[in-house]
């Protein structure tokens, strides 16, 4: 029961330290655990030996580079999850469609699927990064974090001439994600709209 509790506390601690960007002292991790300064040293000992946690120069708590090592090598299993939605959409829309997932505060595209059947269709780079604020699918993700289901529909934010649909995917525990599709031409948004909640909805099955 005991162990059960420590690593109850050391998951709390790590959440927390990731939702502080500025780190968190030794201090008032204490205090948000509501535990003795004592024990959050006995949390840290492993987690930093682990690379999950490190103390910068001021000795603020901060994640370590092996959490997103962890991340990293969750991502291909959250791409193959989300290709056959994907693939689907694409077809259906007749636009380029993606999955976008919160890394670093930024949206990264993580899986992108392009149409088969159309002349022309917008170019994604898989791995590409945008701000949270600019484009369909990061707001998707910000919307997502109030709740918000509906489809997001921009012009023109990441790429001039650009229409991008996107929906967050929700439901799945440790994610922040969205689905969408990009285009070259105006897309029908309640058409589209509806699509894309199906694929977010989809990917949000899968993932679980």
Known sequence: METAQTLDRGLRLLHLVAETPGGLTVTEAATRLGIGRAAVYRLVAPLAEH???RRDTAGRL??????LQLARQAQPLLAEGALPALRR?????GATAHLTVVEGGEGVALAVVEPSWTSFHVAYRT??????ERGAAGQAILAGRTGAAGPVNTVGELQPGAYGVAAPVL???GLEASVGVVALAPLDAETVGAQVLAAATAIAT???
């Open 206 to 208: 899968a993932l679980r």
């Open 62 to 67: 901060r994640l370590g580079a092996g959490v």
């Open 89 to 93: 959409l694409a077809e259906q829309a």
């Open 51 to 53: 690379g999950l946690l």
């Open 127 to 132: 791995g590409a990064r945008h701000p949270l």
């Open 171 to 173: 439901g799945v525990p």
